[in-house]
């Protein structure tokens, strides 16, 4: 009985939020992120950081990384 509550819930939800749908991998990736992982307001935070300067890494692994699954994500299947 909880279960059918909850879609119902989720269900009231989705409609009242707009029922968004996306098949961007970057836009359902950063989606996600903030659902599952981090606060959308560490997010936006972030995006005071960023520009178009180039940056110098202070770690060439994880930069390596973050490079990779930027072109995953940029990838069209």
């Given amino acids: 009985m909880e279960d059918l509550e909850i879609k119902n819930r989720m269900a009231a939800m989705r409609k009242r939020?707009?029922?968004?749908?996306s098949d961007d991998?970057?836009?359902?990736?950063?989606?996600?992120?903030?659902?599952?992982?981090?606060p959308p307001g560490i997010v936006e935070g972030l995006m005071g950081h960023v520009d178009r300067?180039?940056?110098l890494f202070t770690n060439g692994w994880l930069a390596e990384y973050a490079k990779?699954?930027?072109?995953?994500?940029?990838k069209k299947d």
């Fill in 53 to 55: 300067t180039p940056t």
């Fill in 17 to 21: 939020s707009g029922e968004v749908e």
């Fill in 25 to 38: 991998l970057l836009v359902r990736f950063l989606y996600e992120l903030m659902r599952d992982h981090v």
């Fill in 68 to 74: 990779d699954i930027a072109e995953r994500l940029k």
